[in-house]
């Protein structure tokens, strides 16, 4: 009897012994952790407000609000990530993103990512509550199962995540492109093909209170990323809009309730009361690269716009009058340049497109070349309704405008630009939308 008891007694001790040493449990080696318990050093706030993301207790709290991420200072290729997580209402939305970009997509409040979903309650043919793998806004993933609706998402195997109010551990296994999760000790998704397999790694606000703590991670062995396989890299970039507020912007009297945060977006009405219509930065910037996305919101209508040539000048039909096209409307706005009307880049729906320089290119006391040079190579504007990305760039005298990935305005001169002022979004009377205000500051 001693010798049977003996030996389940060895047995159980090595059962013992195995299952402390499993993943997951602290007496795993290689981890290092990605939440110090006290402050959110190494992560870095991507469009949130001040206070989505606080420590309280040794706890992440994310209020939520705005819906947008904040992001690891650092890439990683292949690691193991643990995360402990739990809603505080029913129903409540958030994720946990790996292999991010460092800024939003197009139009996007979130990076592209392969997002690990952290939701609650809310389970349907096409999606669960219980560790959903999928891609978003670019990024590519192969599922481990197929999707019932054919789409690039992985729902779990099993249902494991617990209810709001109680803690949910997830492991998060990245490989070589190739990712793995367990839900409270079991693995139950998979993707692999993913692509980005090189990226930052994100944690989602999403409309209601989450809570996140004993972040830890694992790095594995690289596996050779190539540059196509890895996410865009951090360039300095930092947010001018709160998406709760307008801190960073003169709030004129006049502007409330016309300029108006509605989350990630910047809604404008086009009928601000105030003396100056225009929402100015609070900041002055002298060479800088600004990102910003737009969109028409209001209804449009047909209408008669002239034809500019690529010299500036509007084209004129045989009999020598000034030529113009039917366009679909929606009306006018634009991005005034270290403070001045004039270094203004148009928003419009002309047959010549986004991002010339009107206020140049019309000044006739201007050398040829400074007019051709601030009028679009190219019309690259989106239809309508959806969102556009403008890169605008400016260093010193010189003007450079991405437009939707096209260059529209390639180093054009700008002569007599201050050296510093404000950026202003214009007033033009008509409805038009803003998100993803991102400047890098050189000087």
């Known amino acids: 009897m001693l010798k049977i008891f003996a030996v389940l007694t060895c047995v159980g001790m090595a059962v013992g012994a195995y299952a402390s040493a499993s993943p997951g449990s602290d007496e795993e080696t290689g981890f290092i952790p990605l939440f110090s318990g006290k402050d959110l050093a190494g992560w870095v706030n991507v469009n949130c407000a001040p206070g989505t993301f606080t420590v309280r207790d040794g706890i992440i709290v994310s209020t939520g609000i705005p819906t947008g991420v904040m992001r690891t200072a650092k890439q990683y290729e292949n690691f193991i990530l643990e995360v402990e997580w739990r809603h505080m209402k029913a129903g409540g939305n958030a994720g946990v993103f790996v292999w991010a970009d460092p800024l939003t997509a197009v139009g996007q409040p979130f990076t592209r990512a392969i997002e690990v979903q952290v939701l609650d309650g809310t389970n349907s043919e096409n999606y669960t509550s219980h560790g959903d793998l999928f891609s978003i806004h670019g990024a590519r993933m ?38 793995k999760l367990s839900v409270n000790g079991k693995e139950v998704s998979g993707g692999s093909e993913c692509k980005p397999r090189k990226g930052y790694i994100c944690l989602e606000s999403e409309g209601s209170e989450c809570h996140f703590r004993n972040i830890r991670i694992k790095e594995l062995p690289s596996t050779g990323a190539s ?30 309730g016309h300029w108006r945060p509605k989350d990630w977006v910047l809604d404008y009405d086009g009928k601000s009361e105030a003396k100056d219509k225009n929402l100015w930065s609070e900041k002055e910037y002298g060479d800088f690269t600004l990102i910003c ?113 096209k260059t529209v305005i390639e180093h054009a001169q700008l002569p007599g630009v201050p050296p510093r002022g404000r950026i202003a979004l214009q007033h033009h009377g008509d409805p038009i939308q803003f998100a993803n205000i991102y400047i890098k500051n050189e000087k």
């Not at 998406?243 to 009297?253: P, S």
Request: charged content about 25%; glycine content about 12%.
């Open 293 to 405: 996305d737009w969109r028409w919101t209001g209804k449009p209508t047909s209408q008669m716009r002239p034809v500019i040539q690529a010299n500036g000048e509007q084209t004129v039909d045989a009999a020598g009058k000034p030529a113009e096209a039917e366009v679909q409307d929606a009306g006018a706005s634009g991005i005034y340049l270290r403070g001045s009307s004039k270094s203004q880049i148009n928003i419009w729906c002309w047959p010549v497109g986004s991002g010339e320089v009107y206020g140049y290119r019309m000044d006739k006391t201007m050398p040829a070349e400074v007019r051709a040079g601030v009028t679009p190579k190219a019309n690259a504007d989106k239809p309508i309704g959806q969102w556009n990305r403008f890169i605008i760039t400016m260093k010193g005298d010189r003007l450079t405008v991405v437009l939707n990935g």
């Open 142 to 179: 192969k599922p481990d199962r197929p999707h019932p609706a054919g789409w690039e998402r992985c729902l779990p195997s099993e249902h494991r995540c617990k209810p709001a109010g109680e803690w949910n551990h997830y492991r998060v296994v990245c490989n070589n492109g190739v990712l």
């Open 227 to 256: 540059r196509d396989e890895v996410a865009e890299v951090e360039q300095g970039f930092v947010s001018l809009y709160t998406g709760v507020d307008l801190a960073g912007w003169k709030a004129e009297e006049g502007h409330a």
